[in-house]
């Protein structure tokens, strides 16, 4: 978190959010779990930050930051946001608990522009890529992609 923490400074780009916390647990606390694979982890939060950008464009909310008022529109955005992640991820079978925060972030417009979901993406990936490395030397089986423990397409 540091690293990415420091991008996120030095850019001024959102590489660290609220839902980047409870992945990184899952995947140095229970590396070898079904939705802490990479595969589960940079899909499912693609999913979300999608899902969000797509409900925002359908209730004209793009690039509209978040405020103090909900709205309508946001209450919509957010509907359609966590039903089509949650459809999504179960039909692509990559479940990721904490894409259901980010497909929210988005959805609520603390991550409003399109532009944002590059920045959502690399932190995701760099943490991902962390957990590649610091689980294989800590001597674990952890998967490169898809989960080990039967729960692969």
Partial sequence: MVAIGFAADATQRPFIFPSLGPTAIMLFANPLDRNSSPRHVVIGHFIGAASGYFALAVTGLI???????????????????????????????????????????????????VLDFAFLMGAVVAVTVLAVLVNRARGLAYPLWSPTNGGSL
């Fill in 63 to 113: 690039a509209v930051p978040f405020g103090p008022h909900i709205g309508v529109n946001r209450v919509y955005a957010a509907a359609i946001a966590l039903g089509l992640t949650a459809g999504v991820s179960l039909l692509t079978r990559c479940e990721h608990p904490p894409a259901g925060a980010t497909t929210l972030i988005v959805a609520l417009g603390i991550l409003p522009r």
